[in-house]
């Protein structure tokens, strides 16, 4: 069984930043590609970053450059560094996995940028 926990949400001034951590329990994280998914209001959710197990990385144009996502398999966790956030980035954030055949995601964290 796998979960996930995020914290490190918040309220932030634009140009702010913000960094959120995801702990994973269960065998898969060191072997199992890491995402960072967000979902505003009145959205459908989308992928912000992702990190395979060898540390390829890849975004959503909407943050290269502004986010970093990295992992530490030894902690079992996750991170998303996000700076020059802007309001559009407002959302609740989630971690993310796939270990066959299932789908893995947190409950969420809250992150709210005011302009």
Not at 37 to 56: D, M, N, W
């Given at each position: 069984?796998?979960q996930?926990?995020?914290?490190?949400?918040?309220?932030?001034?634009?140009?702010?930043?913000?960094?959120?951590?995801?702990?994973?329990s269960?065998?898969?994280?060191?072997?199992?590609?890491?995402?960072?998914?967000?979902?505003?209001?009145?959205?459908?959710?989308?992928?912000v970053?992702?990190?395979?197990?060898g540390?390829?990385?890849?975004?959503?144009?909407?943050?290269?450059?502004?986010?970093?996502?990295?992992?530490?398999?030894?902690?079992?966790?996750?991170?998303?560094?996000?700076?020059?956030?802007?309001?559009e980035?407002?959302?609740?954030?989630?971690?993310?996995?796939?270990?066959?055949?299932?789908?893995?995601?947190?409950?969420?964290?809250q992150?709210?940028?005011?302009?």
């Amino acid at each position: 069984q796998v979960q996930l926990v995020e914290s490190g949400g918040g309220l932030v001034q634009a140009g702010g930043s913000l960094r959120l951590s995801c702990a994973a329990s269960g065998r898969i994280f060191s072997t199992s590609t890491m995402d960072w998914y967000r979902q505003a209001p009145g959205k459908q959710r989308e992928l912000v970053a992702g990190i395979t197990s060898g540390g390829f990385t890849n975004y959503a144009d909407s943050v290269k450059g502004r986010f970093t996502i990295s992992r530490d398999n030894a902690k079992n966790t996750l991170s998303l560094q996000m700076d020059s956030l802007k309001p559009e980035d407002t959302a609740v954030y989630y971690c993310h996995t796939f270990s066959w055949p299932s789908n893995y995601w947190g409950q969420g964290t809250q992150v709210t940028v005011s302009s």
